[in-house]
């Protein structure tokens, strides 16, 4: 079964952290590339994060680079993004996605979840 379970948005303000959770079925999770993407209102989808499997290799958009940082908890079949000094305009609805080649090279992801709403307020 395919399943992505975004979690841990929410309000934060200008400054702060925080951290969202992506838990995943076996069949979604294992021996995939996972990232984290990001819809901000009126605008379209756009990358954010990715680790290869099983986790030696990250990318980062260069709007979150040195204060994102995604990982990955293989045992518990979940990806995790850290978020600190988070902007304004970090807010955005963020989605999990797997992909089925064990590395991320820009390709379109094969699964997604629902998102998570984070809200940074200034």
């Known amino acids: 079964q395919v399943q992505l379970v975004e979690s841990g948005g929410g309000l934060v303000q200008a400054g702060g952290s925080l951290k969202l959770s992506c838990a995943a079925s076996a069949r979604t999770f294992n021996g995939n590339a996972m990232g984290w993407f990001r819809q901000a209102p009126g605008k379209e989808r756009e990358f954010v994060a990715a680790i290869s499997w099983p986790g030696s290799i990250t990318y980062y958009a260069h709007s979150v680079k040195g204060r994102f940082t995604i990982s990955r908890d293989n045992a518990k079949n979940t990806v995790y993004l850290q978020m600190n000094s988070l902007k304004p305009e970090d807010t955005a609805v963020y989605y999990c996605?797997?992909?089925?080649?064990?590395?991320?090279?820009?390709?379109?992801?094969?699964?997604w979840g629902k998102g998570t709403l984070v809200t940074v307020s200034s």
């Open positions: 996605a797997a992909s089925t080649n064990t590395d991320y090279r820009g390709q379109d992801m094969d699964y």
